[in-house]
């Protein structure tokens, strides 16, 4: 099908329409019972997609390997003609009410045309990620309602992959017909029963998804036998024929299962019969995992697709290993390159697995409006943009390994509004916040939270105009070291603590460690107006020399050294606590702490003061004053 032909297919379906509207309008029986304003909205939303498509189709937005998938689309949704003779026992006022009622659904196309237009025509793999409740069944139900069992399958997260024992092999061309009536017989995997009635629950549960691997099973057992069959054909004609002559999509199952599953063989006897061999013993299938069992109707579905299809998968992952389920999907990729994979999934280790375009739903609104964002390119990896992008919350990037960062733990207790995320250092949280901000589909603004690190004022406000704050001590652990905190969690500990005397060994700690607090000053100092240089963005050899010359000019280091001992000099001589804790970067000074309250770890004192602050909010409010306002509020 060429644009010329797809464009006159739609055409005729705004005619056909226009005409059955007519057609209604006449007859009185027909008016009366259809409410015409209702289908004249239907219709004239209808004729708007289909003015969309035919604009897109000529400015070449939809591929010409999308054309018969839209035409199917088409054909499902829309009436092909309206009936002007009825059989005996056909009601004119019946047909034209199914016919009415279908074009009345069609937000239902007009969602899937949205959908696969965002996502670029399903040229591309694609994984969307969304949270339980985002409308992701709910969407890939709505794509299988919509999909023509000529252009893909849909595999569902729900199902019951129940094992059948057949008493002989299926017939497969039966197989086949059977299979197809029932991918377009299930439309929802929300089942209704009555409490009351157990019986019901078994029948329509078992009924709507237990057949389902009867079915795939079905059609793999009747074609190797089919194969089989041929095979021995061959031979008695005389012909000399080799494995792969006979071999059959099961037997691709096969292989592909025998690879992930360890130590165990799936297999097929003489009798047609699904056997796993494991240690020389020999089971039926039908005592596998169920991990084993998604592996054979995963990769049946699948291997069974016509070519060139679509293949949506709600929650590929579900009942498998993480490593199995990357596997499996690495190879019906690689096995189906003729097709393209769309999955459904909250699974991020699944998602930043696939080589493929990455998007979330971002909200859904009941029945069928689905809100998708794409990734943009960003330095943040794609993983965690995923898991951000999917929060409500305000994100908060800080410093610290994502397991036990006491940054995270102190940050999640203070600021409950946020989403908290560690990135290691502060180079990240600074990069991160200016890349997340940059984004198009963020929900959120992003902050970002760092050490002090002995920077200075100037160098601090210009991290603020980026998102970017600290608080008012040196470093994360100086907020153990506020006096007002330890004097309260003294309190809570129902201790006593002389205040006055573990200052002083603060400050003589403070003294003691002062050259080297020094030497990391001017350390700093250097790394930081060198990453301000214009060293980085020469492009001659003689401009690197002069930058680099203008930035070894413009550090001096006896007067850094002068300069920072002389203000440490003064607090220590001043017996000046609270500014010392907000200069001072050493992370020795809180065991000082937790000497006091009898504690043999520092550990021991940071985790009950995180108790102390999650019970307390004495503790919270201390804290929060040290942090800037931009965060609180």
């Given at each position: 099908?060429?644009?010329?032909?797809?464009?006159?297919?739609?055409?005729?379906?705004?005619?056909?329409?226009?005409?059955?509207?007519?057609?209604?309008?006449?007859?009185?029986?027909?008016?009366?019972?259809?409410?015409?304003?209702?289908?004249?909205?239907?219709?004239?939303?209808?004729?708007?997609?289909?003015?969309?498509?035919?604009?897109?189709?000529?400015?070449?937005?939809?591929?010409?390997?999308?054309?018969?998938?839209?035409?199917?689309?088409?054909?499902?949704?829309?009436?092909?003609?309206?009936?002007?003779?009825?059989?005996?026992?056909?009601?004119?006022?019946?047909?034209?009410?199914?016919?009415?009622?279908?074009?009345?659904?069609?937000?239902?196309?007009?969602?899937?045309?949205?959908?696969?237009k965002k996502l670029g025509f399903a040229q591309r793999n694609t994984v969307l990620v969304g949270a339980n409740g985002c409308g992701k069944t709910s969407l890939a139900n709505l794509l299988k309602r919509k999909l023509d069992v000529r252009d893909g399958i849909v595999i569902p997260a729900q199902k019951l992959l129940?094992?059948?024992?057949?008493?002989?092999?299926?017939?497969?061309?039966?197989?086949?017909?059977?299979?197809?009536?029932?991918?377009?017989?299930?439309?929802?995997?929300?089942?209704?029963?009555?409490?009351?009635?157990?019986?019901?629950?078994?029948?329509?549960?078992?009924?709507?998804?237990?057949?389902?691997?009867?079915?795939?099973?079905?059609?793999?057992?009747?074609?190797?036998?089919?194969?089989?069959?041929?095979?021995?054909?061959?031979?008695?004609?005389?012909?000399?024929?080799?494995?792969?002559?006979?071999?059959?999509?099961?037997?691709?199952?096969?292989?592909?299962?025998?690879?992930?599953?360890?130590?165990?063989?799936?297999?097929?006897?003489?009798?047609?019969?699904?056997?796993?061999?494991?240690?020389?013993?020999?089971?039926?299938?039908?005592?596998?995992?169920?991990?084993?069992?998604?592996?054979?109707?995963?990769?049946?579905?699948?291997?069974?697709?016509?070519?060139?299809?679509?293949?949506?998968?709600?929650?590929?992952?579900?009942?498998?290993?993480?490593?199995?389920?990357?596997?499996?999907?690495?190879?019906?990729?690689?096995?189906?390159?003729?097709?393209?994979?769309?999955?459904?999934?909250?699974?991020?280790?699944?998602?930043?697995?696939?080589?493929?375009?990455?998007?979330?739903?971002?909200?859904?609104?009941?029945?069928?409006?689905?809100?998708?964002?794409?990734?943009?390119?960003?330095?943040?990896?794609?993983?965690?943009?995923?898991?951000?992008?999917?929060?409500?919350?305000?994100?908060?990037?800080?410093?610290?390994?994502?397991?036990?960062?006491?940054?995270?733990?102190?940050?999640?207790?203070?600021?409950?509004?946020?989403?908290?995320?560690?990135?290691?250092?502060?180079?990240?949280?600074?990069?991160?916040?200016?890349?997340?901000?940059?984004?198009?589909?963020?929900?959120?603004?992003?902050?970002?939270?760092?050490?002090?690190?002995?920077?200075?004022?100037?160098?601090?406000?210009?991290?603020?105009?980026?998102?970017?704050?600290?608080?008012?001590?040196?470093?994360?652990?100086?907020?153990?070291?506020?006096?007002?905190?330890?004097?309260?969690?003294?309190?809570?500990?129902?201790?006593?603590?002389?205040?006055?005397?573990?200052?002083?060994?603060?400050?003589?700690?403070?003294?003691?460690?002062?050259?080297?607090?020094?030497?990391?000053?001017?350390?700093?100092?250097?790394?930081?107006?060198?990453?301000?240089?214009?060293?980085?963005?020469?492009?001659?050899?003689?401009?690197?020399?002069?930058?680099?010359?203008?930035?070894?000019?413009?550090?001096?280091?006896?007067?850094?050294?002068?300069?920072?001992?002389?203000?440490?000099?003064?607090?220590?001589?001043?017996?000046?606590?609270?500014?010392?804790?907000?200069?001072?970067?050493?992370?020795?000074?809180?065991?000082?702490?937790?000497?006091?309250?009898?504690?043999?770890?520092?550990?021991d004192y940071i985790e009950k003061a995180l108790s102390f602050l999650k019970e307390e909010d004495t503790g919270r409010v201390i804290l929060k004053a040290y942090f800037p306002q931009e965060l609180i509020s």
């Amino acid at each position: 099908m060429n644009s010329i032909d797809l464009q006159s297919f739609l055409s005729q379906h705004c005619d056909i329409m226009r005409s059955f509207y007519s057609e209604c309008e006449k007859d009185h029986n027909v008016s009366i019972e259809i409410d015409l304003k209702l289908l004249e909205e239907a219709i004239s939303r209808a004729n708007n997609l289909i003015e969309e498509i035919i604009d897109d189709v000529e400015r070449s937005i939809v591929p010409e390997t999308f054309y018969e998938h839209l035409q199917h689309d088409i054909e499902h949704s829309l009436p092909n003609k309206f009936p002007t003779e009825f059989r005996p026992r056909e009601s004119k006022l019946l047909s034209y009410k199914t016919i009415a009622e279908q074009i009345m659904n069609i937000k239902e196309l007009c969602e899937a045309y949205a959908f696969y237009k965002k996502l670029g025509f399903a040229q591309r793999n694609t994984v969307l990620v969304g949270a339980n409740g985002c409308g992701k069944t709910s969407l890939a139900n709505l794509l299988k309602r919509k999909l023509d069992v000529r252009d893909g399958i849909v595999i569902p997260a729900q199902k019951l992959l129940i094992l059948p024992k057949f008493s002989n092999t299926p017939n497969l061309a039966s197989a086949k017909t059977h299979f197809e009536q029932y991918q377009n017989d299930i439309l929802t995997d929300k089942v209704t029963f009555d409490a009351k009635q157990m019986d019901d629950f078994e029948y329509t549960l078992t009924k709507k998804y237990g057949s389902e691997m009867v079915k795939v099973l079905g059609i793999l057992l009747g074609e190797r036998q089919v194969m089989i069959n041929k095979g021995a054909a061959k031979v008695k004609e005389g012909y000399n024929i080799v494995f792969d002559d006979i071999k059959s999509t099961l037997d691709d199952v096969m292989v592909i299962w025998n690879g992930l599953i360890e130590h165990r063989q799936l297999d097929c006897d003489e009798n047609n019969s699904l056997k796993i061999k494991y240690e020389g013993n020999s089971y039926d299938a039908h005592e596998m995992s169920d991990g084993e069992r998604v592996i054979i109707y995963h990769t049946g579905r699948v291997l069974l697709a016509p070519k060139n299809s679509l293949i949506i998968v709600d929650e590929p992952e579900i009942h498998l290993h993480k490593t199995i389920a990357n596997k499996l999907w690495d190879d019906l990729e690689a096995r189906r390159k003729d097709c393209t994979f769309i999955y459904f999934t909250h699974d991020l280790d699944f998602a930043s697995s696939r080589i493929a375009q990455k998007g979330w739903i971002k909200e859904f609104q009941y029945p069928n409006n689905w809100h998708i964002e794409l990734l943009e390119e960003n330095v943040i990896p794609e993983e965690l943009q995923l898991k951000l992008v999917g929060s409500r919350k305000k994100i908060l990037f800080c410093e610290g390994d994502t397991q036990n960062s006491i940054d995270r733990f102190v940050f999640e207790i203070l600021f409950p509004d946020y989403t908290i995320q560690p990135v290691e250092s502060c180079k990240t949280v600074i990069a991160y916040t200016k890349a997340f901000n940059k984004l198009g589909n963020a929900p959120a603004k992003a902050y970002g939270l760092i050490d002090r690190d002995f920077r200075s004022e100037e160098q601090l406000k210009k991290l603020e105009s980026e998102s970017v704050y600290s608080y008012s001590v040196a470093e994360i652990e100086n907020l153990f070291l506020i006096e007002d905190f330890i004097v309260k969690f003294a309190q809570y500990k129902h201790e006593t603590i002389d205040i006055d005397n573990l200052k002083s060994k603060v400050i003589q700690a403070a003294n003691d460690n002062m050259e080297l607090q020094l030497a990391a000053y001017i350390a700093s100092a250097i790394n930081y107006t060198f990453a301000e240089s214009h060293i980085k963005r020469a492009d001659t050899k003689a401009k690197v020399a002069e930058n680099y010359a203008a930035f070894t000019k413009s550090i001096n280091i006896e007067n850094l050294y002068t300069d920072q001992k002389q203000k440490i000099e003064k607090i220590i001589y001043d017996k000046d606590y609270d500014n010392l804790i907000k200069i001072i970067n050493h992370k020795g000074l809180v065991s000082l702490v937790a000497q006091e309250f009898r504690y043999t770890k520092q550990k021991d004192y940071i985790e009950k003061a995180l108790s102390f602050l999650k019970e307390e909010d004495t503790g919270r409010v201390i804290l929060k004053a040290y942090f800037p306002q931009e965060l609180i509020s």
